[in-house]
């Protein structure tokens, strides 16, 4: 967080230390827990946290999850503007729903979505408009509301979610075979074109370089609109940046995911040549 926004201070950044561990115990608890196998567990999960941010009783599903969110909501929701509050709320909201509904319908039913379907909502269940709302709260800065309907900005964040998503994918898909996940792109392809898993990984490597293009496509046109490296589109624009091109490192390192790197992309990865690539 500190390369995204050098100026945060020592508060800032534990905050944005504890929501990623908050994020990452929901996330293992919907993907490798019993809750994640269970609707009435994950939608009992999600109502609890609804009721927190929104100003309700916690319920007593995750009382430990809850209290935590609870003390986060706390310090983040009292330096945040209203209009963010309600975004990062519905964002959140939209995350954990999809994860309880959909993708625990999908793993009762052993119901593998189309490619389209799960590009869509993979966005949400990745919580990656939340990690992007979270962004710009510890930097301090707002894009006006606005710039989320115009179509290069809106395109970007989506192009640059696409890219985030797909590349965790990539690396997390043995350990989510492992577990009978099956809510992965390459997993997806695979299955529904009948392809080894290699082919399947390299059509998605294919897949984030193409959007990458899109991605950088966006953020030029973008920044045609912008005054200056202070203007909250730059500094957003900027945090997108870094949020695919850290993912990438941390994916490809973590110890998360057990296994060496296996993606090679030419706008991600390092050339042989030591030139740096695009991001």
Not at 100 to 117: K, L, M, Q, S, Y
Not at 180 to 202: K, R, T
């Given at each position: 967080m500190?390369?995204?926004?050098p100026?945060?201070?020592?508060h ?6 504890d ?6 115990l929901v996330?293992?608890?919907l ?11 994950a ?5 609890g ?13 995750n009382p ?10 706390d ?7 209203a ?5 990062f709320?519905g ?6 729903r ?7 319908g999908?793993?009762?039913?052993g ?5 389209d379907t799960?590009?869509d ?11 992007m709302?979270l ?6 800065f ?6 989320y ?7 970007a964040?989506?192009a640059?979610?696409?890219v ?38 390299s059509r998605?490597?294919?897949?984030i370089?193409t ?17 200056s490296?202070?203007?909250p ?10 949020w695919?091109?850290g ?25 042989g ?7």
């Amino acid at each position: 967080m500190a390369l995204v926004h050098p100026h945060a201070d020592r508060h800032d950044l534990e905050l944005a230390a504890d929501w990623f561990a908050w994020l990452f115990l929901v996330d293992d608890e919907l993907d490798d827990g019993a809750i994640g196998r269970t609707p009435a567990a994950a939608a009992a999960l999600a109502d609890g946290v609804c009721g927190v941010l929104r100003g309700g009783g916690r319920g007593e599903a995750n009382p430990a999850l809850l209290a935590a969110l609870s003390d986060l909501w706390d310090r983040t929701a009292a330096h945040s503007s209203a209009a963010w509050r309600t975004r990062f709320v519905g964002h959140l909201e939209e995350c954990l729903r999809t994860a309880a509904f959909w993708e625990a319908g999908n793993r009762i039913a052993g119901i593998v979505p189309d490619r389209d379907t799960y590009v869509d909502r993979r966005r949400h269940t990745g919580a990656i408009y939340v990690c992007m709302d979270l962004i710009e709260r510890f930097g301090d800065f707002e894009v006006p509301p606005a710039r989320y309907r115009d179509a290069d900005f809106s395109g970007a964040l989506d192009a640059a979610c696409d890219v985030v998503c797909w590349t965790n994918d990539v690396y997390s898909l043995e350990k989510e075979r492992s577990f009978g996940e099956v809510h992965n792109l390459a997993f997806i392809i695979g299955h529904h074109e009948n392809l080894s898993e290699a082919e399947a990984v390299s059509r998605v490597c294919a897949e984030i370089d193409t959007r990458t293009r899109q991605y950088l496509a966006f953020e030029k046109q973008a920044r045609t609109r912008t005054a200056s490296d202070h203007d909250p589109v730059e500094r957003c624009l900027a945090g997108m940046r870094t949020w695919i091109r850290g993912n990438f490192d941390w994916s490809s390192r973590t110890a998360r995911y057990g296994h060496a790197p296996v993606l090679s992309t030419s706008m991600l990865a390092p050339s042989g040549d030591g030139q740096e690539p695009a991001l």
